[in-house]
């Protein structure tokens, strides 16, 4: 849809403020950006993340007692796809060293330098291999890879970027590894974006001090992704089983990991997997859309690792924390919620309320650019509303050509300019607007630098990790967790696997966890099935 005439009568208004603001952009006059204080207390008054009924504590397991999101405690206190008393292991239908339960980056990568270390690989997937949150990344990956930066000051700005919450030996294994992923992708094939003279172009994020964000154009997700993938497949040629979601992690007698149950999408048929280590990489939980937030993640990101890994007694921090990307699309209606790369406002673009003025510095960290966006449609009364009733603020996407030149929009976001000309919105000429959307899971297990969990033999790598972002999440830092924490829990578990004897698999940690569900008054048959493996929107419609 293109934009209906009130929107555009409301458009001029961008328009008129937007000489006087590229004017001062290129004398370096910005926004004010907010004090340390002034940021906390925005936090606290908008962001979704301190609105206390959207939270209860929950009622069994090692986190007992943590507040967490309703949606997802819904899910964790809840039963599974298994009786664990009717269920016997039997003889297994794939029997390996090591077992990676998820298809995106963090698991392809995982799969990768497990293999290089000798060891037998399993890689099974939900949906297609790549159906994952890193195939819908944009902006970019962060590495301190330039003479003027370093992994010192990439150290800092991560720190500051979640609040000083991070885990600092999870944050110098980030930083200290990045480089060095960016050479092992570029020697993969992942085609950087580069300077006229050959060498990385890097870019600003938010809450950077440094320009280190490596970029493929607005599809660096897909184009890392596409990599991995061809490695697994077509030169290492790694089993992969796709459309069979892991449904229940195997423990043995000592509480070890042992392998896991899949269930077949397509047939329904269950599977189980012997394994000597298994490493978790299902990502996050974006589908679950917390509060009724639209979301930028993909149609399987439903938590599932994380019910499985609960229910075997993993510890988790942060699991109250999440990220909201402050430009999410609100119109037109068919894309809502989907992203618009960080990179855009790294490109200069600026957020404009109803009357055309600036109300925030646009590269503020995302938790509080989101907030200050949230404030300004609730509050300010400076949203626009749409057609639907829902609010946004503009994106001034023309900016960016008026300060780099004709033809930068589309040749340096070509998908985005793509996704909104299909709409009849040229954003080389019209602003976009935006609402922020659930993004990412910040908690997740609590690993150590090597992705090990609280369950022996059992690692995790990427989303479902928690503890590198601490409570918020600096842009392009996913995609190098999830190669950095891929390699690590990959050959960790790799080497462990050497040395680990199981014994026999099965889900007595199971029947121990719906006792004390029992125990609580959570009983079978009121809840949800979980893992939920597919968003219920059907189930929600009429
Ligand atoms: O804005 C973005 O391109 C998102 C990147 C990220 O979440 O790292």
Known sequence: MAYPDYMKELIKKVADTRNKRVEDSRQGISFPRL???????????YHPDYRENAKRALAVGKNRGDRIPNEL??????????????????????????????????GSTAALFAASEGARVLLVTKLRHGDANTMMAEGGIQAADKPADSPSAHFIDTMGGGHFTNSPGLVSALVADAPGIISWLEQLGVMFDKEEDGTMLTLHGGGTSKKRMHSAGDMTGAEIMRTLRDE?????????????????????????????????????????????????????????????????????????????????????????ATQFHPTGVVYPEQNIGLLITEKVRGAGAQLLNIRGEQFVYPLEPRDIESSAIIRECSDHCSGIKTPTERYGVWLDSPMIEALKGKGFVEKNFPAKFRQFMRYGIDISKEPMLIYPTLHYQNGGMKITPDGETSVPNLFVAGE???????????????????????????????????????GSPGLHHLEKYYKELEERGILKGKGPVSPVLLPDYAGKIG
């Open 232 to 320: 697994i497949r077509n030169t290492k040629g790694i089993d992969v089983v796709e459309f069979s979601p892991a449904v229940e992690l195997l423990l043995d007698e000592a509480g070890r990991c042992a392998g896991a149950v899949l269930k077949n999408l397509e047939t329904g048929r269950i599977l189980t997997v012997r394994s000597r280590t298994v490493i978790i990489a299902t990502g996050g939980m974006g589908r679950l859309h917390l509060q009724g937030f639209p979301t930028t993640n993909h149609y399987g990101a439903t938590a599932d690792g994380i019910v499985l890994a609960y229910r075997a007694g993993a510890e988790f921090v942060f699991l109250d």
């Open 464 to 502: 479902a990790a928690g503890g590198v972002h601490g409570r918020n999440r600096l842009m392009g830092n996913s995609l190098l967790d999830i190669c950095v924490f891929g390699r690590r829990a990959g050959i960790a578990a790799a080497q462990m696997a050497g040395g680990s004897v199981a």
């Open 35 to 45: 004090s340390l204080e002034a940021g906390e207390e925005l936090l606290k008054k």
């Open 73 to 106: 405690a819904d899910i964790l206190e809840s039963y599974g796809h298994l009786d664990p008393v009717l269920f016997s292991p039997g003889e297994p239908d794939f029997s390996t060293d090591v077992l990676v339960i998820g298809g995106g980056g963090a």
